[in-house]
Each structure stands twice: as structure tokens, then as C-alpha cells.
């Protein structure tokens, strides 16, 4: 494990310390599970990060992690009761109790504990066949510059700019177009219904552009579509840690749980989507199909009324999602 993967890891972790500071079983149980699934989803991210994997998850991804030794036997057994956590968690009907609470703080930390170890590079050392004493009592070498005319201090200053200048046009185009071009692929496919092909542009996108939200949405909303909704909520999770305020992964999470029939928790998503972006029509009208489920008819209108006619518009307080297409023609992603 190397220093970049160490600190990158660490970022990912460092995302959900605000949520594990939450961790209490006297909070409302929709609350507690919403901390609990984020936390969950940063662990996965930071052991992504250690093996160098973007599609493992679960068990799988804590035996890779323990294969190649980036993680010991006891933090694996940790991790491997909070993975079991989060997939009781999966259950709407499932209340988190202390021991869940207790088994997610216990692998944060270990897993936390495991990161802190800094990779220094040893120093080096001169070759066997040289004796120290030469080493050490070498004489220096004396450069000497050639003679003839120097150039002016301007017309040094000025190639040197030049010369940044082509490296970072150069960077921009080889690594910020390469990013749009795998995401755009990932599009285009994702519309021609090419869905292996879809997966692996939005996972290569998701590498080269980490801070991007939108690779991970498009693959929650594919996972979604054939109602794995484990993947949606990893690829969502992974989505709010690279922008936490991103409101389309915002609208998405709300979608994956309003499917659910998690309504509550839902909720609190569709509102952080619309205080995200207030123009979003389509949060709006979900989020008023969300409060009419809760019977909370009066603030439900008043959304729905604000989104104007929409797929949204056909919700009412006895309609319950089964599937994958209960909770309407959910919005494209722009």
C-alpha cells in the first residue's frame, strides 16, 4: 500500500467521520440508518481504494482486502459484522440497535487504525563495491560553465512560461478530455441499452475523475432498473462522497428509497435536493409524491403545486412501490 492509496483512502473515510460522530441508537431509527449506510459506504470506498477495485463490494471486497494484507484477520471479522449491518439495513423494516451501533464505530476504527501507518521510502543507500570512507570524503566536483554568451534573465523567465504553458494545455487535453469522453461513451451507451459496455465507461470515468458524482449515479440508476438495490445505494453513497451537495445524486438517493418504499428517509433526501437546486421540478414533485405517502397532505400540495404536471402528479397516499417502476417514470439524468 502506498502513500497515494493511504491518503486517498483516508480522504473517503474522513468524508463519514460526521456521520459516525452521530452514531446513536437514541436517535430516530430512519436517521440512525441513513448515518449507518454512509458510514458502511465509506469503508467500501477506502478498501476500493486499497485493492484497487472499483466494482467489488461486500464480502468480496473485504477478502481481496485481506488477501493482499492492507487489512489483519481481526479488522476483517470487524468489517465483516458491519458489512452484515448494512445488509439488515436493506430491510425498510429493520431497526438498528447498540450492537449494530457498536459493530460500525468498531470497524471505523480499525479501519481508521489500519491507515495511520505512514509509508517512508527507505533511505538510499551507495553501492556495496564503494567504501563509505570514498563516499563521505569525496571531493566535490566543480561544474564549470561553458564560455560564450548567456542569455538574458527575461528571455529565461519567458521560454520557462512558454514552455508551462504547453504542459498544462497538454495535460488538459490528455487527461480532462479523456474523463468527458468516457462519461460521454457511458451516455451513449447507457441510451442504446449497451449496458456492459455502459458499465465499464461510467466505472472508467469514475477513476479519472474522482470528485465527479455523475459516473456513480448513472450506474445507482442502472442498478435501480433491475432492482439491485444494494449496488444503488453503494454507487449512490460513493456518488455524495465525491459532492455531497451534487442535487441530481441527492434526487437519486431520494428516488432509490422512495422505490423502496422508504419514505421517511426519502424525504430527507428529496429536501436536500431541492435546497440544492430550487429549480429542480422534477425533486420538487417527488419530494410532494413523498409527503403525500406520509400523509402530510398539506405540504405535499404545496410541492406538487410548485413542480406543476408531472409523473409525480398521479401519487397518492394509496399507492406503495413493489418494484422497480412503482415509484413512477422517474426523471432522466440530465
Not at 477506502?46 to 464480502?59: D, I, N, P, W
Not at 563516499?135 to 512560461?161: C, D, F, K, N, Q
Not at 447507457?190 to 456492459?196: K, M, S, T
Not at 409524491?289 to 406543476?308: P, Y
Amino acid at each position: 500500500m502506498n502513500t497515494y492509496e493511504q491518503r486517498t483512502a483516508r480522504a473517503a473515510l474522513d468524508a463519514a467521520r460526521p456521520a459516525v460522530a452521530r452514531l446513536d441508537s437514541s436517535r430516530g431509527p430512519e436517521d440512525l440508518a441513513a448515518d449507518l449506510i454512509e458510514t458502511w459506504g465509506a469503508v467500501e470506498a477506502a478498501l476500493r481504494t486499497l485493492v484497487g477495485s472499483t466494482v467489488l463490494t461486500g464480502q468480496p471486497l473485504i477478502r481481496e482486502a485481506r488477501q493482499r494484507q492492507v487489512i489483519n484477520f481481526d479488522q476483517a471479522n470487524s468489517l465483516a459484522e458491519f458489512q452484515a449491518v448494512h445488509d439488515r439495513l436493506q430491510d425498510t423494516s429493520y431497526r438498528a440497535d447498540d450492537t449494530d451501533v457498536n459493530s460500525a464505530r468498531n470497524a471505523f476504527l480499525k479501519l481508521d487504525t489500519a491507515l495511520m501507518g505512514d509509508v517512508v521510502s527507505a533511505p538510499r543507500q551507495p553501492p556495496r563495491d564503494i567504501q563509505p570512507s570514498v563516499v563521505e570524503t569525496a571531493a566535490p566536483v566543480e561544474v564549470v560553465a561553458p564560455a560564450g554568451r548567456t542569455l538574458p534573465s527575461w528571455a529565461i523567465l519567458g521560454g520557462a512560461a512558454v514552455v508551462l504553458i504547453l504542459l498544462i494545455g497538454g495535460g488538459f487535453l490528455l487527461f480532462g478530455r479523456r474523463g468527458s469522453d468516457s462519461m460521454q461513451q457511458g451516455i451513449d451507451a447507457y441510451r442504446r441499452g449497451q449496458r456492459e459496455v455502459a458499465v465499464s465507461a461510467f466505472g472508467r470515468a469514475a477513476r479519472e475523475n474522482p470528485k465527479s458524482a455523475l459516473p456513480h449515479v448513472y450506474l445507482a440508476r442502472m442498478a435501480r432498473e433491475v432492482g439491485n438495490f444494494t449496488v444503488a445505494n453503494q454507487e449512490l453513497g460513493l456518488a455524495l462522497q465525491a459532492d455531497p451537495n451534487n442535487a441530481i445524486a441527492l434526487r437519486e438517493m431520494g428516488a432509490n428509497l422512495l422505490t423502496q418504499g422508504n419514505f421517511e428517509l426519502a424525504r430527507r433526501f428529496y429536501v436536500r435536493a431541492v435546497q440544492a437546486d430550487p429549480t429542480d421540478k422534477n425533486a420538487q414533485g417527488y419530494l410532494g409524491c413523498t409527503l403525500m405517502r406520509l400523509g402530510r397532505t398539506t405540504e405535499a400540495t404545496n410541492f406538487l403545486n410548485r413542480a406543476g404536471p408531472g409523473a409525480w402528479t398521479n401519487c397518492t397516499p394509496a399507492q406503495t412501490p413493489s418494484n422497480g417502476q412503482a415509484a413512477g417514470n422517474l426523471p432522466p439524468i440530465p
